[in-house]
């Protein structure tokens, strides 16, 4: 059976409730990074991968902050194929924006949004927080490096929307919108130069300011 496949960006959530559990308010010393966030039970392999390509696109600190399911924001789920509604996983992880630069949720199970069967992933341009899912990302079978790579590319693509990055039609740029596999596969971990451009202004828009005085 064909599956639509898409990826969202642009709807605004409620405002987060109060979901900060004990152990997130310990999360101090973060500010200025990116946390990756995972379930639990997700690759080490598929983590360790990914907090390296994080750091390496966006030249922020990234870290990983394991256990938090235990608090949680991983909530049931809610459709079939057991999809979990990404605007209900942004609600419960908008919390941890208070200790962190940027938070991207990451889980195994389907992702689902209105007007789609699943998404690859999800970011609130209001919160800036972002999910996304391995569900999609790896056929049976599939050397683990390979998913891998998809991740990390998935990861970097919704933390791009979460500094304001539009989708980009350069095939080969990391915030091209992927379709399917083939997209993800094709597309590069890295940002074509108007995109990095874009990026670049608004990670240092003082810096960016003075240059266009001069
Ligand atoms: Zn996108
Ligand atoms: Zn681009």
Redesign the pocket.
């Known amino acids: 059976m064909r599956q639509t496949v898409a990826e969202e960006m642009g709807e605004t959530f409620p405002e987060a409730e109060t979901l900060c559990a004990p152990g997130m308010k310990d999360l101090s010393g973060g500010k200025g990074a990116i946390a990756l966030v995972p379930a639990a039970g997700i690759s080490a392999r598929v983590l360790d991968n990914m907090k390296m390509a994080v750091q390496s696109a966006f030249g922020e600190e990234a870290l990983l902050v394991m256990g938090a399911e235990g608090e949680g924001w991983v909530c049931p789920s809610g459709g079939p194929g057991r999809q979990v509604p990404a605007s209900c996983l942004i609600t419960r992880l908008a919390p941890l924006r208070k200790a962190f630069e940027r938070v991207l949720g990451v889980v195994d199970t389907g992702l689902s949004h209105p007007g789609v069967n699943h998404v690859f992933g999800f970011t609130d341009p209001e919160s800036r927080v972002s999910v996304m899912s391995l569900y999609h990302l790896g056929r049976k079978g599939e050397a683990p490096a390979k998913v891998a790579r998809r991740a990390s590319k998935t990861a970097i693509h919704e933390l791009g929307h979460s500094y304001g ?1 539009p989708h ?3 095939h ?5 919108f992927s379709f399917n596999l083939t997209d993800t596969d094709y597309k590069d971990s890295g ?6 451009k ?1 990026l670049s202004m608004r990670l240092n828009p003082g810096v960016h300011e003075r240059k266009e005085v001069c």
Do not use: I
């Not at 080969?172 to 091209?176: A, E, K, L, P």
């Not at 940002?191 to 990095?196: A, I, N, Q, R, V």
């Open positions: 990055l980009c039609r350069d080969r740029c990391v915030m091209f940002f074509c130069k108007k995109c990095g874009e």
